[in-house]
């Protein structure tokens, strides 16, 4: 898969936590589930233990941007 990301001055602690996550191949062997509303869902339960282990499980704070809105398979962190 191959994902456009928002620009780092945009969204930076979400960008550089998902791009930690990725370098130490956390996401490896997780679902991707398209949702009925265009959301694409990726559930981690069965390498939790990996992302907490790495203390990458969780965003500190939430970042939005209006200039790089939600909208149909858009990806974000949720919570």
């Given at each position: 898969?191959?994902?456009?990301?928002?620009?780092?001055?945009m969204?930076?602690?979400a960008?550089?936590?998902?791009?930690?996550?990725v370098h130490h191949?956390?996401w490896?062997?997780?679902n991707?589930?398209?949702?009925?509303?265009?959301?694409?869902?990726v559930?981690?339960?069965?390498?939790?233990?990996?992302f907490k282990?790495?203390?990458?499980d969780s965003?500190?704070?939430?970042?939005?941007?209006?200039?790089?809105?939600?909208y149909?398979?858009?990806i974000?962190?949720?919570?």
């Amino acid at each position: 898969l191959t994902f456009k990301m928002a620009p780092l001055g945009m969204m930076p602690h979400a960008k550089q936590l998902f791009m930690e996550q990725v370098h130490h191949g956390l996401w490896d062997g997780c679902n991707f589930q398209s949702h009925s509303d265009g959301r694409i869902l990726v559930n981690p339960t069965t390498n939790l233990q990996k992302f907490k282990n790495a203390e990458l499980d969780s965003v500190s704070f939430q970042e939005y941007d209006e200039n790089f809105p939600h909208y149909k398979d858009s990806i974000g962190f949720e919570g």
